[in-house]
């Protein structure tokens, strides 16, 4: 099993992001929470908040409004109703 | 025969004509490109949701089970969604929706069941309300551009309608984008949502899902997303689709007009040769006759 875990972020519109990454971070409805590599499998739905997304050093932040998060083996999947990335 | 002068007319207006339709070409071409990039870029939410839903819904079923996902147990009422483009001068393309829907709406008729029509995009609206002026419940624009607050506003009027009891199965037709020069008529229905076979079936390696909050919560948000996501990615098949096709038209104009304005030429040139020649016949008797 490989170290990284694959992230993908989508909005309606196009996909934001997808590879590999080290950790995830994101607001769900009934508290925020983070996914590393080989979490188990799990889904929620989002509240409006940052999603943080860590690459070794570097960290991206979305703001992301409403959506779903799917965590399976193969990766985590954020269905975002609004997307957009805070540079 | 017509005269020299309006064999002249006629030309130039076929000209003008070939040159609208040469533009029109064009800018279709722009737009096509255009709306490909936007399809294409919209289609992992569209492939990314069914893939959840499907998921979901191996987990959640039987009893309990939203009526969104499994259907309401009967199949009396069915709500039809067409979904065309706004406006025409794209060869059959609106035409062909419509007749595809027909085709089912005969065939749902047939067999007794209750139909009523909802239109996105005003050709569908116009052809529906001439062929079923009085199933019609409801019509919306497709807009310029596809967007999502118009796929939701269509997948709310569904909703309601499902929730009143007043349709048990949804189906949505709209042209699949297959090539530049082949779009086909396709009907697909939305509820109950027809998932892709094998798809729920995600290797969880001996995992179980956990749901926040639960997963009839999820499905309750999920569904009716799922069904906006489809309308706009009909919609934005269509808008794809419908340049496609008017380029296609237009071409087929802009080549129709050439040969029209070198039938009139060739006219023209005739009357033009055979005027000179009378007028020489006269110049020549009259010499003769002195």
Redesign the interface.
Known sequence: MSDKLHFSLVAPERELFSGEVDQVDAPGSEGDFGVLVGHAPFMTTLKEGWVKVHEGEKVRTFDVKGGFADVTPAGLTILAEQASEIV | MASLKELRNRISSVTATQKITKAMQMVAAAKLRKARE?AE??R??AE??T??IA??AAGVSGPGAPALLVGTGSQARELVVIATADRGLAGAFNSSIVRAARDHIASRLNEGREVTIITVGRKARDQVRRLYGDRSVGAFEAGNAPA?ERAQEVAAAIIERFENGQADIVTLFYNRFASVVRQIPTGKQLVPPQLPEGAGA????G???????D?E??LA??LP?NIA?QI?SAMMENQVGFYAAQMAAMDAATRNAGDMIAALTLVKNRTRQAQITKELIEIISGAEAL
């Open positions: 936007v870029n919209a992992p939410y990314r949701m893939a959840v998921n979901l999502m995600i290797d969880l390696k995992a179980s899902y956990e749901y926040e909050p997963g919560t999820i948000t999920l997303r996501t706009l």
